[in-house]
């Protein structure tokens, strides 16, 4: 943040996307590896951990983030990929895993807890 709010001039854009740590489908993984007895595993199963992300962000955190470095918010937006088993050859294991995964993921619209945020924001 120290280095966009160095380089970004007053009343720049800034648009950012980032995963949304409190995803419900992040959840439900999570209970289920609690459910297999592997409660380690659900503890460490982040993907906003090291090696892939250096923080993650709830909707909560991340605008909090953006106001405390003098960003004003223009447009936040929490979407998903929930067609992700669109991307697998049709009844392959990843096409299957992923289609079992869909109800979850549209349950997440109407709940705001989908996978996916991103702002669009300008600096003061």
Known sequence: MYEIK???KKDGLLYLAVPNENALILKFRTLIFKLAGKKNEA???KP????YHINGFTKKSLLKL???NNFSILKYRNYAGWYE???YKFLSKGFIKN???LPIH???IP???QFYQDVICIKK
């Open 43 to 45: 503890l460490s199963f």
């Open 66 to 68: 953006l106001k405390d």
């Open 85 to 87: 088993f669109l991307k």
């Open 111 to 113: 709940l705001r807890m």
């Open 106 to 108: 549209i349950l997440a």
């Open 6 to 8: 160095r380089i970004l």
């Open 99 to 101: 289609a079992l995964l």
């Open 48 to 51: 906003f951990n090291h090696p």
